[in-house]
């Protein structure tokens, strides 16, 4: 027994040496500091470094700085710096990189210019020393990035040119510090100069032109194979952070990197997207953020008069240098205050890039001690500031962001929306229940609706139990993406009834059906015409045919007709389209008349959508060879069709389907019917008059007189 207790004692000898012990302690406190803490409304992110402080070696030395810490914490800090790259909005990033491009600039020369002085005038530092803690200052880690991508804004456009600056901030000072090295060791010449530009242009070749491609090819041949993905994901970061470092800059970069070139192939919906947020902000961010904690050494305040002075003026300028970088940012881009006290917060916090550069001046003797121990209370301090300032920020723009008023948005805005996919055949069910995940409204807490209409025969008892035990995989990939699954069984002798009374008793906004297969057009699916799906199902219907991954999609093409834009069902379609497009980093390109452009130009402005809208005219419907020969075979094609009695209705319109399907036989194809808008006009009232003899007279006429009009330009 007292062997047993010394055996006890041993393994909790400070600092503790069990790697079991170790990593248990860690969750602990990544698991109860943040829920104790979020009770008197302090930021998580604080609680963890204020953690790393306690436990590390220069507070009560529970753990020490080991090599298992150090994996953990880089690859805590590069998760951070890789899903800033994946989360960026492509598309606003685009559009906003002139804005990212100046407030890279205002971060970069504000705190230096103000930084240099003080180093050298004030704290008496020689020219070398001033200038790479000038550059210090400019530079930040994006500690506090955590709390918007929880609360959901990490698309927002202040948080886009907050990320582009970062990363166009720390690479000139990383080259800074780089130049400054070469200058201190005698190597600055010109084969520094060549070596440091070519080795990132091979760099820039192998990460945005080979990378981009394997992914493709791999997320396209191992597509069933869900874990493989992740782990191909995190082989292409750590990979990306290596060649990095290799050309010559950090590895923070090579992560951020990785992000932006594999941003167009992960939609931010999908599963591989929720599991690479849920390990990184469980794990391995909570473990950098402790490591922090670890460095801060307190005892360096009661060391002397000149090291609280140094501490303090460091941090007064790292602080006072961003905040009016922020302000100039707001001042020039007219951004309202949040916005301002958003890309402070967010840009004001030093942790990886800054000791990077300080550690590596010290051990070269430009720095000295003061300049090391202020530096490590500078990040306390600033990570502090930063959390608070962020989080404050993060949740008023969270708040108006939900908030939208009815004359912004419209009664079209759907916030609780129910999709329903009625099945055919399980084995399409999967790129069908990916586009629903795609589409879906992430607010509405409803679940997407598996469906199947089961014949109403002896068999169907059985029928229902096999498509049960069919769709259990179903349930389990949306619980990945955290979207509930619902499944329903319907025994009827009419499948499309069956679909419409359905889509009614669950109140559903969408339907999603798949192609029918080894059929034409106007043949059977599911053993009706799909006629009478069309015209019962009054609801927005999606009829898909995937051919391929939509990894390998480039454009979003819309071909809207004529008065499309009159349809109820139009502004919730666009919100579709623009969240399809966002979610997939593709252009949207609408085939169409001007008025419809204008339309849907007006939606998106006042529904305040991020996306990007090129705009085709077409004049001649009927020459459909004027459509086909611009489209390419990675085209995304979407079809707004309408039905019968409806207001953009033409008879014209009901064979191009056929030609799509025939002419793109590669292509994703989309056909879009929306919310019926047909009104009941007066004639309905009066049951003997029937216009559908009426309606086919006068479509005939029109053909006619359509092939005589050929006929006399031919003669």
Same mark, same amino acid.
């Given at each position: 027994?007292?062997?047993?207790?010394?055996?006890?004692?041993?393994?909790?000898?400070?600092?503790?040496?069990?790697?079991?012990?170790?990593?248990?302690?860690?969750?602990?406190?990544?698991?109860?500091?943040?829920?104790?803490? !979020?009770?008197?409304?302090?930021?998580?992110?604080?609680?963890?470094?204020?953690?790393?402080?306690?436990?590390?070696?220069?507070?009560?030395?529970?753990?020490?700085?080991?090599?298992?810490?150090?994996?953990?914490?880089?690859?805590?800090?590069?998760?951070?710096?890789?899903?800033?790259?994946?989360?960026?909005?492509?598309?606003?990033? !685009?559009?906003?990189?002139?804005?990212?491009?100046?407030?890279?600039?205002?971060?970069?020369?504000?705190?230096?210019?103000?930084?240099?002085?003080?180093?050298?005038?004030?704290?008496?530092?020689?020219?070398?020393?001033?200038?790479?803690?000038?550059?210090?200052?400019?530079?930040?880690?994006?500690?506090?990035?955590?709390?918007?991508?929880?609360?959901?804004?990490?698309?927002?456009?202040?948080?886009?040119?907050?990320?582009?600056?970062?990363?166009?901030?720390?690479?000139?000072?990383?080259?800074?510090?780089?130049?400054?090295?070469? &200058?201190?060791?005698?190597?600055?010449?010109?084969?520094?100069?060549?070596?440091?530009?070519? $080795?990132?242009?091979?760099?820039?070749?192998?990460?945005?032109?080979?990378?981009?491609?394997?992914?493709?090819?791999?997320?396209?041949?191992?597509?069933?194979?869900?874990?493989?993905?992740?782990?191909?994901?995190?082989?292409?970061?750590?990979?990306?952070?290596?060649?990095?470092?290799?050309?010559?800059?950090?590895?923070?970069?090579?992560?951020?990197?990785?992000?932006?070139?594999?941003?167009?192939?992960?939609?931010?919906?999908?599963?591989?997207?929720?599991?690479?947020?849920?390990?990184?902000?469980?794990?391995?961010?909570?473990?950098?953020?402790?490591?922090?904690?670890?460095?801060?050494?307190?005892?360096?305040?009661?060391?002397?008069?000149?090291?609280?002075?140094?501490?303090?003026?460091?941090?007064?300028?790292?602080?006072?240098? !961003?905040?009016?970088?922020?302000?100039?940012?707001?001042?020039?881009?007219?951004?309202?205050?949040?916005?301002?006290?958003?890309?402070?917060?967010?840009?004001?916090?030093?942790?990886?890039?800054?000791?990077?550069?300080?550690?590596?001046?010290?051990?070269?003797?430009?720095?000295?001690?003061?300049?090391?121990?202020?530096?490590?209370?500078?990040?306390?301090?600033?990570?502090?500031?930063? $959390?608070?300032?962020?989080?404050?920020?993060?949740?008023?723009?969270?708040?108006?962001?939900?908030?939208?008023?009815?004359?912004?948005?419209?009664?079209?805005?759907?916030?609780?929306?129910?999709?329903?996919?009625?099945?055919?055949?399980?084995?399409?069910?999967?790129?069908?229940?990916?586009?629903?995940?795609?589409?879906?409204?992430?607010? &509405?807490?409803?679940?997407?609706?598996?469906?199947?209409?089961?014949?109403?025969?002896?068999?169907?008892?059985?029928?229902?139990?096999?498509?049960?035990?069919?769709?259990?995989?179903?349930?389990?990939?949306?619980?990945?993406?955290?979207?509930?699954?619902?499944?329903?069984?319907?025994?009827?002798?009419?499948?499309?009834?069956?679909?419409?009374?359905? $889509?009614?008793?669950?109140?559903?906004?969408?339907?999603?059906?798949?192609?029918?297969?080894?059929?034409?057009?106007?043949?059977?699916?599911?053993?009706?015409?799909?006629?009478?799906?069309?015209?019962?199902?009054?609801?927005?219907?999606?009829?898909?045919?995937?051919?391929?991954?939509?990894?390998?999609?480039?454009?979003?093409?819309?071909?809207?007709?004529?008065?499309?834009?009159?349809?109820?069902?139009?502004?919730?379609?666009?919100?579709?389209?623009?969240?399809?497009?966002?979610?997939? &980093?593709?252009?949207?390109?609408?085939?169409?008349?001007?008025?419809?452009?204008?339309?849907?130009?007006?939606?998106?402005?006042?529904?305040?959508?991020? &996306?990007?809208?090129?705009?085709?005219?077409?004049?001649?419907?009927?020459?459909?060879?004027?459509?086909?020969?611009?489209?390419?075979?990675?085209?995304?094609?979407?079809?707004?069709?309408?039905?019968?009695?409806?207001?953009?209705?033409?008879?014209?319109?009901?064979?191009?389907?056929?030609?799509?399907?025939?002419?793109?036989?590669?292509?994703?194809?989309?056909?879009?019917?929306?919310?019926?808008?047909?009104?009941?006009?007066?004639?309905?009232?009066?049951?003997?008059?029937?216009?559908?003899?009426?309606?086919?007279?006068?479509?005939?006429?029109?053909?006619?007189?359509?092939?005589?009009?050929?006929?006399?330009?031919?003669?």
């Amino acid at each position: 027994m007292i062997e047993f207790f010394r055996h006890l004692i041993h393994e909790f000898k400070l600092p503790l040496s069990n790697p079991v012990l170790i990593f248990s302690l860690i969750l602990f406190i990544i698991l109860l500091i943040p829920i104790l803490l !979020k009770k008197i409304n302090i930021p998580g992110i604080i609680g963890l470094i204020l953690s790393g402080v306690v436990i590390g070696p220069h507070g009560l030395n529970i753990l020490a700085k080991s090599s298992a810490v150090d994996l953990f914490s880089t690859i805590g800090l590069l998760y951070i710096m890789f899903i800033a790259g994946l989360e960026l909005d492509m598309n606003e990033f !685009k559009a906003n990189r002139n804005k990212s491009l100046l407030f890279g600039f205002f971060t970069f020369i504000f705190p230096l210019s103000i930084g240099f002085p003080v180093c050298f005038y004030l704290l008496q530092y020689d020219y070398s020393a001033s200038f790479l803690t000038a550059s210090m200052f400019a530079t930040h880690t994006l500690v506090a990035y955590p709390i918007v991508s929880k609360l959901g804004i990490a698309k927002n456009h202040a948080v886009a040119i907050t990320v582009g600056g970062t990363i166009l901030t720390d690479t000139a000072v990383l080259i800074i510090l780089a130049v400054i090295m070469g &200058s201190s060791q005698g190597n600055l010449n010109q084969a520094f100069w060549i070596k440091l530009t070519v $080795s990132l242009v091979i760099f820039s070749a192998i990460m945005f032109l080979v990378i981009p491609r394997i992914a493709k090819w791999f997320f396209k041949k191992l597509e069933s194979e869900k874990h493989a993905h992740y782990i191909f994901v995190l082989s292409v970061v750590f990979f990306a952070a290596f060649l990095a470092e290799v050309a010559g800059v950090e590895s923070i970069i090579g992560a951020f990197v990785a992000g932006l070139a594999l941003n167009p192939l992960i939609p931010h919906s999908s599963a591989l997207m929720n599991r690479i947020e849920f390990i990184g902000n469980s794990l391995f961010i909570p473990f950098f953020l402790i490591s922090v904690g670890m460095l801060v050494d307190i005892s360096v305040i009661l060391s002397g008069p000149t090291a609280l002075i140094v501490a303090g003026t460091l941090s007064v300028v790292a602080i006072f240098g !961003k905040w009016i970088a922020a302000f100039f940012t707001q001042i020039v881009f007219k951004y309202t205050r949040t916005e301002r006290q958003l890309i402070f917060g967010l840009s004001s916090a030093h942790a990886a890039a800054t000791l990077a550069v300080i550690l590596v001046g010290f051990k070269a003797k430009i720095l000295d001690e003061n300049i090391l121990n202020g530096t490590i209370i500078l990040i306390l301090i600033t990570c502090i500031v930063a $959390s608070f300032a962020t989080e404050k920020a993060a949740k008023k723009i969270a708040i108006c962001e939900e908030e939208v008023s009815p004359q912004d948005a419209g009664k079209d805005q759907i916030f609780d929306e129910h999709i329903l996919i009625p099945l055919a055949k399980t084995s399409a069910t999967e790129p069908l229940l990916d586009f629903a995940l795609l589409i879906k409204d992430k607010k &509405s807490s409803n679940p997407v609706t598996l469906l199947t209409i089961v014949p109403n025969n002896d068999q169907a008892e059985i029928n229902i139990l096999k498509y049960q035990k069919a769709v259990d995989k179903f349930v389990i990939q949306g619980s990945a993406s955290e979207i509930k699954i619902n499944t329903i069984a319907r025994i009827d002798h009419n499948p499309a009834s069956g679909i419409a009374r359905t $889509s009614k008793e669950i109140m559903s906004d969408i339907v999603i059906i798949g192609w029918p297969r080894k059929t034409g057009f106007l043949d059977k699916i599911f053993g009706e015409n799909v006629d009478s799906i069309i015209n019962n199902v009054d609801k927005n219907l999606f009829i898909c045919r995937f051919q391929k991954p939509f990894v390998e999609e480039k454009r979003l093409v819309f071909i809207c007709p004529p008065f499309s834009e009159r349809g109820i069902g139009f502004s919730p379609l666009i919100q579709k389209i623009c969240r399809l497009s966002q979610e997939l &980093s593709t252009q949207i390109v609408i085939y169409g008349e001007y008025k419809t452009h204008q339309a849907i130009q007006q939606i998106v402005n006042n529904l305040k959508l991020n &996306s990007k809208l090129g705009f085709k005219s077409i004049l001649d419907w009927e020459d459909f060879d004027a459509i086909s020969d611009e489209i390419k075979p990675t085209d995304l094609i979407v079809f707004n069709l309408s039905r019968k009695g409806s207001v953009s209705y033409q008879t014209i319109f009901d064979k191009l389907p056929q030609k799509f399907e025939k002419s793109f036989t590669g292509n994703n194809l989309i056909l879009v019917y929306p919310q019926d808008d047909r009104k009941e006009s007066a004639m309905d009232a009066y049951e003997d008059f029937m216009a559908t003899p009426l309606t086919k007279g006068i479509e005939a006429i029109e053909q006619i007189s359509k092939g005589l009009g050929n006929i006399l330009k031919k003669g």
